[in-house]
């Protein structure tokens, strides 16, 4: 697999108005050698997110211009590997159901701990590692036409594309890898 | 083509023959359990395409169930039903990473839309 040398493993963009919260997570995910940048707005954030490859997106649901939904359904369009993880210091019912339904990695309620946040942000990784795996092996079998797109929601389980993928995939052969020198 | 297999799960009575018989009546195969204890079992004899749960359950409710479909059949959609939603269950499901939350009482109809929409995502129909 080809996916651990992507640049998006450890890239995390952090979306967050508050400037000193978004400072202190970005110090903290520094730490655990996470690649990290700001943004601040929905519309700043948007551009950003489409301008490098990130793995994972912690957005803060409340921001200038869009919300961190927003940012979200349209990344899902550009960028339909990248995990998205939303904060939020007022969860409604309809807010998390939108959220169910359109393939956000996960919600974290502020105030969080950051072993909270830690734990968050690490699995949202791995879901970003799966898609990237998934479309690695799609790739390589030569199916990335034939299947449905990884969504957020199958990512997190590997479960109805990669079924898909195994059901499309009777028959193919893996190309032989180069070896490695 | 085969009809979609949707297994229902939900401790009344009422609500589990109003699906059987509207669900029936569009062409799909429906099985029906009271708790999620005969839900796995019914899983474990025959393949089924979508389950479709209550939540609150005596024995063995609908987030257990969830959290055991998606260990032992990961690629099978989950849709939740539920006449007391709350943020919390609904973090829950989507960290279960559900196909949908539905609040009770619902539009039969829109239900019925939603479960067809899954299992077309699923390849099902």
């Known amino acids: 697999m080809t996916f651990a040398n992507e640049a998006s493993c450890r890239r995390l963009l952090i979306a967050e108005d508050d ?71 007022y969860p409604s019912l309809d807010l998390v159901i939108d959220a169910l339904r359109l393939g956000v ?39 990335e036409n034939k299947i449905p797109p990884l969504r957020p929601t199958s990512a997190k389980c590997g479960t109805n594309a990669w079924s898909a993928l ?16 | 083509m085969e009809k979609p297999a949707i297994l229902v799960v939900d401790d009344e009575l009422l609500i589990r023959d109003l699906l ?12 029906v359990a009271e708790d999620g204890v005969k839900a796995l079992e019914i899983l474990g004899n025959r393949k ?37 939603p709350s943020v919390d269950t609904a973090v829950e499901a989507l960290r279960k990473n559900v196909a949908d939350y539905v609040i009770k009482p619902f539009n039969i109809n829109q239900l019925y839309k939603t479960l067809k929409a899954k299992l077309q995502e699923s390849g099902v129909q």
């Open chain 1, 19 to 89: 400037i000193a919260i978004a400072n202190q997570l970005a110090e903290y995910f520094k730490e655990f050698g996470y690649q990290v940048d700001l943004a601040v707005g929905g519309l700043k954030t948007l551009t950003k997110a489409n301008s490098a490859d990130y793995g994972v997106m912690l957005a803060d649901y409340k921001m200038l211009g869009q919300t961190g939904l927003d940012v979200f359904k349209s990344l899902s369009i550009t960028a339909p590997d990248m995990s998205v993880v939303l904060m939020t210091g």
């Open chain 1, 105 to 143: 990695c996960d919600i974290i309620v502020k105030p969080f701990s950051l072993g909270d946040i830690d734990r968050t942000i690490g699995n949202a990784f791995h879901h970003h590692w799966a898609a990237l795996a998934y479309r690695e092996m799609a790739r390589k079998l030569n199916l």
């Open chain 1, 166 to 181: 195994y059901e499309n995939s009777k028959g193919s052969v893996l190309p032989e890898e180069e070896p490695v020198r």
């Open chain 2, 20 to 31: 059987y018989d509207f669900f029936t009546g569009q062409g799909w195969d429906i099985c």
């Open chain 2, 48 to 84: 089924i395409d979508l389950v479709l749960t209550d939540i609150r359950m005596p024995g063995m409710d609908g987030m257990e169930l969830t959290s055991e479909v998606k260990q032992n059949y990961p690629g099978l959609p989950v849709v939740l039903m539920t006449a007391f």
